[in-house]
């Protein structure tokens, strides 16, 4: 079946340590997206690539970087400069930018 | 970043009510989806507009597109346990904008 695979689902990360978290599409979506949610709060966009090798930052980017090397996969790493990581992790993908958006099902990424 | 004002914040009640929830903007937009997200899952889409006044619905689900183009809806019907989650509106021109959220809890 076609989807948005995201992982791992939990993730652990130890103080000046950077973490990627993996995203994974197989809907042939040209446009994909990292969304970062709070408990009791909305999506905040992180970063947003509508084509390979090409993204732009969201509105909260500091601390945060992506590639874009392949269509089907969309990293995120949240580096050590990123001082409170600790939320769930949202991975989106769109046949075109303003085209309803698929979600993956999230990682949640927590401070030892 | 701008968010959309959604209500209501949270609501509980009884399985077989009717709901209705909310949202509304200072800002025109072009679509309106409604998403809903169970706990620790992504939202997954429920209803997509595209044109002001447009009334489209999904099962027990009916979403509408207002007619000034700053606000949606959303109303379930008959609800029931399965319905509990987070409501999301999602407002959106060249890029989208996320709804802060509607907790429904539904009691038995």
């Known amino acids: 079946d076609g989807g948005i695979t995201q992982s791992p689902k939990y993730l652990f990360r130890k103080e000046g340590q950077n973490v990627t978290l993996s995203c994974e599409q197989n809907?042939?979506?040209?446009?994909m997206y990292w969304y970062r949610q709070d408990p009791g709060q909305g999506l905040r966009l992180i970063y947003y690539?509508?084509?390979?090798?090409?993204?732009q930052k969201g509105d909260i980017a500091e601390g945060y970087s992506v590639s874009r090397e392949k269509k089907e996969s969309f990293p995120l790493t949240v580096t050590s400069a990123q001082k409170n990581p600790t939320a769930f992790y949202l991975c989106a993908s769109s046949k075109g930018n303003n085209q309803p958006q698929h979600f993956g099902d999230g990682t949640r990424l927590s401070i030892l | 970043g701008q968010q959309l004002n959604q209500s209501p914040q949270s609501m509980f009640i009884q399985e077989g009510e009717d709901v209705s929830m909310n949202c509304t903007s200072s800002?025109?937009?072009?679509?309106w989806l409604w998403y809903k997200q169970d706990p620790g899952e992504g939202p997954v889409l429920l209803i997509a507009l595209y044109k002001a006044g447009e009334l489209t619905s999904n099962g027990r689900l009916t979403a509408q597109f207002g007619i000034t183009r700053k606000d949606s809806f959303l109303n379930i019907s008959a609800s029931i346990p399965s319905d509990v989650g987070i409501y999301f509106c999602v407002g959106g021109t060249y890029k989208y904008i996320f709804g802060t959220g509607t907790r429904l809890k539904v009691l038995a």
């Open positions: 809907l042939n979506h040209d446009a």
């Open positions: 800002s025109i937009f072009n679509t």
């Open positions: 690539s509508q084509i390979v090798n090409d993204f």
